[in-house]
């Protein structure tokens, strides 16, 4: 579900819905509800920033590219409080057209408020969770499904190591297969 005022969250959750993309004017209650529920959260900070910065150009209002600043930076702050409960966070981008080039840039900003190694499990093993995979994709087990990228570098250490595939990217596999 999309939502990101706390009243849109909190109604979403208490009807069930597992899955909250945006939520960046989350709320204490809202945080409670998603754990509660063991529910999940889709930040998206990078859609917000690249709106910030190709929004006008895309032909988004003045009203609406005010909006975009507003919620661009209670998201950080969402995201962070979030994390810091232990909400179970997935990575996604929402990203359209040419802003889609910038999706990996979602490592960069969340990097601010989140440890590289949730960074990590953010699109594979939470992700995974999510789906209703666990096990099954999102980790290097004996029967996992055998997609699996080989960069340069360590990304715990630096996860600059993910957003620069031109540069990084060594191998990937996908069903046990280098293509």
Not at 10 to 15: M, Q
Not at 35 to 49: I, K, M, Q, S
Not at 130 to 141: C, F, K, N, P, V
Request: hydrophobic share 40%; aromatic share 2%.
């Amino acid at each position: 579900m999309h939502a990101y005022h706390p009243r849109g969250i909190d109604r979403g959750l208490r009807a069930g819905v597992r899955c909250v993309e945006h939520g960046n004017l989350l709320d204490d209650e809202s945080i409670e509800l998603l754990l509660a529920n063991d529910a999940f959260l889709v930040p998206t900070l990078v859609t917000y920033e690249q709106l910030a910065l190709m929004g006008k150009q895309a032909g988004i209002s003045e009203a609406s590219h005010r909006k975009i600043s507003d919620v661009r930076h209670a998201g950080l702050d969402a995201l962070e409080k979030a994390h810091r409960a232990g909400v179970n966070i997935v990575y996604g981008t929402d990203l359209l057209g040419p802003m889609h080039a910038h999706q990996l840039d979602e490592f960069t900003l969340r990097a601010e408020v989140q440890p590289n190694a949730d960074l990590i499990r953010s699109p594979t093993t939470t992700a995974a969770c999510l789906l209703g995979m666990t096990g099954q994709i999102g980790t290097l087990t004996e029967g996992a499904h055998a997609d699996l990228l080989v960069v340069e570098g360590n990304p715990l250490e630096d996860i600059a190591t993910l957003t620069n595939p031109t540069k990084n990217l060594k191998h990937v596999i996908k069903a046990a297969k280098t293509i």
